[in-house]
């Protein structure tokens, strides 16, 4: 019999206690690299991933991997953007929410989750320093203060659990340190658009206790004029506040520990829905569209608020032949978000809306997750770790309508536990295998809390995922590598439907196998970077969300195989020390086969499926159709220039731009709800000075102000959802 869950925790935190009492408890020390030596000879900088669960160079590992680094971060996010501003910054990588700046929904190489629910499960794993950010609010913690974001494409089940078929986003932190270190920035922008960073840090006791303290201020001032009120700049604003603390403990040569504390305040807005901006057979904005006027009779403002907390005791003991990691962590998310769903109101319009819709959502989440970890140390041509992990969270989820639907609650929880572990061998100087195994069972239950019968439901699976990969040094500056990878998805619950009347459906477990081969190469003095890879993977038993239709249903299916292939190039080149070039390119061809997968369909769009009648109701077949929200093509480029101005300064230039291809949002295909090819660029001009300590700049987000179409909602008109506007501004910002 399984005990109850308030004694696992106890029993693993106790677990994590004895650790740090007998070892002491941090992540391994960062690898320094000399970037200013490289950087002197005009080398593109080394390249650091945590794909194995260690600091290795990207050009050593046997996977397909993109790293945002930190000047990058702050460029994406220079005019207060939430984390969809991700998408696309790395090929095959897309991001997009319903839901503001909480609930974001990630996808790689095709493969995620269109499911807008609070309890939506998704096949990629977001990892902030070590831990998993499972829930799909946790997944919106801001990103500040960060050293890299690492996209780990390609199923990553092995070392990082379930929920990973698709690939990971690992979000690295700057760590504490002993030298003192003080970062300030403030930028002011359009839309009267506010952002403040800072971050300070340094010894308490030399080379023994150091700290950590960093924080974020996004804030902007109601756009958005409701047509219907007559209200101007009524909606669009938010304030959304993030900090972080980190202290470090290292009390003798072999062992450290870590503690961090996480913290976010959100008040601020939803999706901004629009009704009818798109006109029967076409999927182009039409004359109802404007992007600073919606015409809302309901959604009380759109407003999001929302609370987050995390704790995290990271930690490590280094014996002579391995090193012992134990990783405790806690974390909640409490808010509310609310919507005009339909976009519009019934008298005005615009266009035709044959009911109101006025929904709001909201989760009271409890996380708690536990790792022990032991990998080898040393040089020998063998290296392995062997680990186990928890998880476990209880949430409740409350669906409210203005006046329908009424309140209804339902409780979601889950736990999970895993062991693990992996070897790499060097056969030859020039090839190594690694190979590594992982055992997870996962279990979820379901009740109704109030409003409605209790129908609980149970689902259970337990797994093996695997990997094997070959790596080979060709020459010196050129590797290549295959790599065959399983991964699954546990069973999921959705129990939305329960609010409007219906029953809470169940997906089953999906399974992926994936064959990759690519290659690693660095040439021209390391001046330019190239590398490729080419995928193929199926997935038996994906599990899809039929979202919407006519019937205002979200209902979880299975399909009986998805497949798809591709491949992405990732490349750097340097010709200059002062000119660094990146351009990423990204294919990706996604099917659905199941000659009987048929789903509800929209309620005033065209449908280009073949349908059939089920039950009175008109259905689409989408045996054939691409995954929603996976575009074929995708791609970033970047260039940065710098003129160096005396003995201590530099003028610099740096552009970004992402391309999304022609996206289709649904698992049907209609005429209507589809994008075109997405392209948006950012710019910043600015002058560093005292090399580097200072700086002025001036930037813009979207700076040909494009109008992209993000999403769609189905069930009621021809409703969409775009990009945000274009913003300029100027920052400055100190870093001592």
Not at 196 to 205: Q, Y
Request: with cysteine; charged share 20%; proline share 5%.
């Amino acid at each position: 019999m399984s005990q109850p869950v308030p004694f696992r925790r106890a029993l693993w935190a106790s677990t994590s206690l004895i650790s740090a009492a007998a070892f002491g408890l941090a992540a391994p020390a960062a690898a320094q690299d000399n970037e200013t030596a490289e950087a002197a000879q005009g080398e593109l900088p080394t390249i650091i991933v945590t794909a194995n669960r260690r600091e290795e160079s990207l050009q050593d590992v046997a996977v397909s991997a993109d790293i945002l680094d930190e000047g990058r971060i702050d460029l994406i996010f220079s005019g207060s953007a939430d984390t969809t501003a991700l998408a696309g910054a790395a090929p095959g990588l897309n991001v997009e929410s319903s839901n503001g700046r909480v609930a974001p929904r990630f996808y790689i190489r095709g493969l995620g989750n269109t499911d807008f629910d609070l309890a939506a499960s998704q096949p990629v794993s977001v990892i902030l320093d070590e831990i998993v950010l499972e829930n799909v609010t946790l997944k919106s913690f801001p990103l500040f203060d960060v050293e890299r974001v690492e996209v780990l494409r390609g199923p990553q089940g092995t070392l990082f659990g379930r929920n990973t078929p698709a690939g990971i986003v690992k979000i690295e932190t700057v760590k504490p340190g002993f030298e003192s270190d003080v970062q300030a920035s403030v930028s002011f922008a359009s839309l009267d658009t506010l952002s403040l960073n800072g971050a300070v840090g340094g010894a308490i006791v030399e080379d023994t206790l150091a700290f950590r303290v960093s924080a974020q201020l996004q804030r902007r001032g109601d756009w958005i004029d409701n047509g219907f009120t007559g209200e101007e700049n009524a909606l669009g604003g938010f304030t959304d506040f993030a900090v972080r603390g980190q202290l470090l403990w290292t009390p003798d040569e072999r062992s450290e520990i870590l503690a961090q504390v996480n913290f976010r305040d959100l008040k601020g807005s939803s999706t901004f829905f629009r009704a009818n901006v798109l006109s029967p057979g076409s999927n182009e904005l039409n004359q109802n569209y404007d992007r600073d006027t919606v015409f809302y009779d309901a959604g009380g403002g759109n407003p999001a608020e929302y609370n987050q907390f995390g704790a995290t005791l990271n930690g490590s003991y280094e014996f002579d032949f391995a090193t012992l990691t134990s990783i405790t962590s806690y974390w909640t998310s409490e808010g509310f978000s609310r919507g005009d769903i339909d976009g519009g109101n019934l008298v005005t319009g615009p266009g035709f809306i044959p009911f109101p819709s006025d929904t709001q959502d909201s989760i009271d989440l409890e996380q708690f997750t536990h790792e022990v970890r032991l990998a080898s140390n040393g040089d020998g041509p063998l290296s392995w770790q062997v680990g186990a992990f928890l998880f476990d969270s209880d949430f409740d989820v409350t669906t409210v309508g203005f006046t329908f639907p009424p309140p209804v609650t339902v409780n979601h929880t889950n736990t999970a536990w895993a062991v693990f572990g992996q070897a790499s061998y060097e056969l030859t100087e020039a090839l190594r295998v690694t190979a590594g195994l992982r055992y997870t069972d996962d279990e979820k239950d379901f009740f109704v809390r109030s409003g409605a019968p209790l129908q609980p439901v149970n689902v259970q699976d337990d797994n093996i995922d695997w990997d094997i990969s070959l790596f080979a040094d060709v020459t010196d500056t050129t590797s290549v590598y295959a790599r065959v990878a399983n991964a699954f998805r546990a069973p999921t619950i959705q129990g939305r439907d329960v609010a409007f009347f219906a029953a809470p459906s169940v997906a089953q477990s999906e399974n992926i196998t994936s064959y990759e081969a690519g290659f690693k190469s660095e040439f021209a003095d390391r001046k330019v970077r190239i590398n490729g890879a080419a995928f193929y993977y199926t997935v038996e038993d994906p599990q899809f969300t039929a979202v919407g239709g006519a019937g205002n249903l979200v209902q979880l299916i299975n399909a009986n195989e998805g497949e798809a292939w591709g491949f992405e190039f990732d490349t750097a080149f340097q010709p200059t020390p002062n000119l660094t070039l990146t351009l990423g390119v990204a294919y990706n061809d996604t099917q659905i086969n199941d000659p009987n997968l048929a789903v509800g369909v929209c309620a005033q769009c065209t449908v280009l499926d073949p349908t059939v009648n089920l039950g009175g109701a008109t259905r689409a077949l989408v045996d054939g159709n691409p995954f929603p929200n996976a575009p074929e093509w995708s791609g970033d480029f970047t260039a940065r220039y710098g003129v160096p101005v005396g003995d201590s300064g530099e003028f610099f230039v740096f552009t970004d731009w992402i391309y999304l291809g022609e996206t289709n949002f649904f698992l049907y295909e209609s005429a209507e709800f589809n994008a075109d090819s997405r392209i948006e660029g950012g710019l910043r001009v600015g002058y560093a000075g005292n090399d580097g300590q200072w700086e002025l700049a001036l930037f813009a987000r979207n700076i040909t102000n494009e109008d992209n179409i993000l999403g769609a909602v189905d069930f009621n008109n021809l409703t969409a959802f775009v990009n945000d506007p274009r913003i300029i501004g100027v920052s400055f910002g100190v870093d001592y």
